[in-house]
């Protein structure tokens, strides 16, 4: 069965560090772009980062962010793992979300397989 | 960066009705957007791909069009199960963007 397990929310104290991982199965997280989306309480999807291999077998990975974690969080993957990472550092009370990954098989951008999605709450 | 907005932010409709709920994009996107569909407590699910692209398993009465900054998600006659939040989504370049979200009630 193809799926996403997310794993790693909690609660967390602002300026704190947490590291979310997404374990994939049924499919290998190298052969497809790899984003993380969240969602505030109560409010709409946001999308957060993107991790995809350039191109040949031997090209670095690709990453891009939103602004509003660039220079916080760092996403990367284990492919002996099979597993995608969302390290995120400085964390802020508006960081507060349900973190989701999401897999684009095409590389179109469009998200076909979701994670039921882990909870991360900043607060002091 | 490339904003979407999205049309109604809710609407009240009955079932067997027909819905369409626009999105537009600050600057054309040609046709990279895709529409997802998300009740409460659950992930969003994929309906639409490339604009006009019904995914595996969606049920036809789902549908969408537009291209450039323009696109409309029609869901033909309303059911049941529909009842949900729908968004659009921006998928033409980093960062990518969503929708505010569209909340379809029962009327």
């Known amino acids: 069965e193809v799926q996403l397990v997310e794993t790693g929310g909690g609660l967390i104290q602002p300026g704190g560090s947490l590291r979310l991982s997404c374990a994939a199965s049924?499919?290998?997280?190298?052969?497809?772009?790899m984003s993380w989306v969240r969602q505030a309480p109560g409010k709409g999807l946001e999308w957060v980062s993107v991790?995809?291999?350039?191109?040949?077998?031997?090209?670095?990975?690709?990453?891009y962010y939103a602004d509003s974690v660039k220079g916080r969080f760092t996403i990367s993957r284990d492919k002996s793992k099979n597993t995608v990472y969302l390290q995120m550092n400085s964390l802020r009370a508006e960081d507060t979300a349900v973190y989701y990954c999401?897999?684009?098989?095409?590389?179109?951008?469009?998200?076909?397989?979701w994670g039921q999605g882990t909870m991360v709450t900043v607060s002091s | 960066d490339i904003q979407m907005t999205q049309s109604p932010s809710s609407v009240s409709a009955s079932v067997g009705d027909r819905v369409t709920i626009t999105c537009r994009a600050s600057?054309?996107?040609?046709?990279?957007l895709a529409w997802y569909q998300q009740k409460p407590g659950k992930a969003p699910k994929l309906l639409i791909y490339?604009?006009?692209n019904l995914q595996s398993g969606v049920p036809s009465r789902f549908s969408g069009s537009g291209s450039g900054t323009d696109f409309t998600l029609t869901i033909s006659s309303l059911q049941p199960e529909d009842f949900a939040t729908y968004y659009c989504?921006?998928?033409?370049?980093?960062?990518?963007?969503f929708g505010g979200g569209t909340t379809v009630e029962i009327k």
């Open positions: 999401a897999r684009d098989p095409w590389g179109s951008s469009a998200f076909d397989i």
């Open positions: 049924g499919f290998t997280v190298s052969s497809n772009y």
């Open positions: 991790i995809y291999n350039g191109g040949s077998t031997y090209s670095a990975d690709s990453v």
């Open positions: 600057q054309g996107i040609m046709n990279w």
């Open positions: 490339a604009a006009s």
């Open positions: 989504q921006q998928a033409n370049s980093f960062p990518l963007a």
